[in-house]
């Protein structure tokens, strides 16, 4: 019974640590000097935002000590190099940062 305790405690381990090395530990990527994750993916999905994988950039920007948390825009994941360019948003819409979810989110463009 105890070897599948260890087992599992392990496992756990390496994924936390393959984990860590995905996000990129605040480092920066050789290609274009742009930050992980996915420097050189458009976030867009058949067209539209890709608010999932946007939100995963939004998070791992939090995550660095350098960045003191939540952005105050969006165009932040831009200017220190974590995206190259915000996809376009929908007519009607602007991407925007749920401030209770810690989520990108398409919000009615007022």
């Not at 599948?4 to 996000?23: C, G, M, Y």
């Not at 000097?33 to 791992?60: F, H, N």
Request: aromatic share 6%; hydrophobic share 40%.
């Amino acid at each position: 019974m105890r070897n599948h305790f260890s087992r599992v405690n392990t496992k756990s381990i390496i994924a936390l640590l393959a984990f860590s090395l995905l996000l990129g530990c605040g480092t920066k990527s050789k290609e274009g000097d742009l930050k992980m994750p996915g420097p050189a993916k458009e976030y867009v999905i058949d067209g539209k935002p890709d608010l999932d994988g946007l939100t995963e950039v939004l998070r791992s920007y939090m995550l660095d000590p350098g960045n003191g948390g939540l952005p105050k825009e969006l165009n932040e994941l831009v200017t220190k190099k974590y995206i190259k360019a915000l996809p376009t948003a929908p007519a009607g819409f602007k991407l925007a940062i749920d401030t209770q979810k810690n989520a990108v989110i398409l919000a009615p463009d007022k």
